[in-house]
């Protein structure tokens, strides 16, 4: 049962490069975000997706893009890394529309220079 | 005013000590609570949902006063394994739908 699944664990990017995070689930959530966690900041929300066809953006969307073409799968895209960006990246997902408790993948630990 | 507020810590205590952790929210509207419990470069997990007239899991209580907009945790006669960040967490139940999660309260057992 493997839950939520995030690849790749870790990266390394040079500023300006583009890169995809991959997370899929095979609970047949309706609901999956991603979220951003910073020291001292918490975890906060990037993107999140209600349905396959349907997201939203969260709290700190700018330099992200977001798709959900099936109920499994939801990418989260970096368009053009910056150092600001460095972060643990956690997608999640849910049953429901967004306040039931959350599933967490194991984190993408992205470093850009 | 953050959403949701919690004290950092580092709360120290003693194996069998019991230890409480506070959660203020400022969205009177909240409807879900949640506690979650993150170790050390692992992914935030349910710890336990709180429910208007409390609950208890083993050790662990939850407490929810909608008056004063908090919530609270309470773990009893603690274990080195509980050694970790809590992480009180709140639905928006406005416009975006979505949780809240505060920045964590972190918590180390001691022998």
């Known amino acids: 049962n493997a839950g939520v699944t995030q690849t790749p664990k870790f990266q390394v990017l040079k500023t300006g490069q583009s890169m995809t995070l991959q997370c899929a689930q095979d609970?047949?959530?309706?609901?999956m975000s991603w979220y951003r966690q910073d020291p001292g900041m918490g975890l906060r929300l990037i993107h999140y997706?209600?349905?396959?066809?349907?997201?939203d953006q969260g709290e700190v969307p700018n330099g992200y893009n977001v798709s959900r073409s099936t109920t499994e799968d939801f990418p989260l895209r970096l368009l053009s890394a910056a150092p600001s960006q460095t972060s643990v990246y956690f997608c999640?997902?849910?049953?429901?529309?967004?306040?039931?408790?959350?599933?967490f993948g194991d984190g993408t630990r992205l470093s850009i220079l | 005013r953050k959403e949701v507020e919690q004290d950092p810590g580092p709360f120290n205590v003693p194996e069998g000590a019991t230890v409480a952790f506070n959660c203020t929210y400022s969205?009177?509207?909240?409807?879900?609570f949640f506690w979650y419990r993150q170790d050390c470069r692992k992914e935030p997990k349910l710890l336990m949902s709180?429910?208007?007239s409390g609950n208890e899991d083993g050790r662990f209580t939850a407490q929810l006063n909608r008056a004063s907009q908090y919530i609270s945790l309470l773990i009893r006669d603690s274990k080195l394994s509980d050694s970790a960040t809590y992480l009180c967490?709140?639905?928006?139940?406005?416009?975006?739908?979505?949780?809240?999660f505060g920045s964590g309260t972190r918590l180390q057992v001691q022998p």
């Open positions: 999640a997902s849910s049953y429901g529309t967004g306040g039931q408790p959350q599933h």
């Open positions: 609970m047949n959530h309706e609901y």
């Open positions: 997706s209600v349905g396959a066809g349907i997201t």
């Open positions: 969205n009177s509207a909240s409807q879900s």
């Open positions: 709180v429910y208007s």
């Open positions: 967490v709140v639905n928006k139940n406005t416009g975006r739908r979505a949780l809240t």
